[in-house]
């Protein structure tokens, strides 16, 4: 099992930034990639950025290119998501996730963390 925290969020002006953090704990040896997805009021959850555990490899959703950057610190157990040049669309409840193999969905889930930009 493993065991995912987030923090960081919280409200901030359009044009601002924030930095999430993820802990995770227990058997962070069986985890491939972490992922940040969200969900914003009557909207589905929605991917934005993960990283792999081991090596460099990163993605993002198109609406974040360029503004978001998925970074990890592998010593510390844990996975960060820089945010910059926030958009009142951007917030919802950002939630960090774990998976443990190639391909399949994400296993694990942190409790999740609110984003609100305000205008």
């Known amino acids: 099992q493993v065991q995912l925290v987030e923090s960081g969020g919280g409200l901030v002006q359009a044009g601002g930034s924030l930095r999430l953090s993820c802990s995770a704990s227990?058997?962070?040896?069986?985890?491939?990639?972490m992922g940040w997805l969200r969900q914003a009021p009557g909207k589905e959850r929605e991917y934005v950025a993960a990283?792999?555990?081991?090596?460099?490899?990163?993605y993002y959703a198109d609406t974040v290119k360029g503004r978001f950057t998925i970074s990890r610190d592998n010593a510390k157990n844990t996975v960060y998501l820089q945010m910059n040049s926030l958009k009142t669309e951007d917030t919802a409840v950002y939630y960090c996730?774990?998976?443990?193999?190639?391909?399949?969905?994400?296993?694990?889930w942190g409790q999740g963390t609110q984003v609100t930009v305000s205008s």
């Open positions: 227990g058997q962070t040896f069986s985890i491939y990639k």
């Open positions: 990283i792999n555990w081991r090596g460099i490899s990163t």
């Open positions: 996730a774990a998976v443990r193999y190639p391909g399949s969905a994400y296993d694990y």
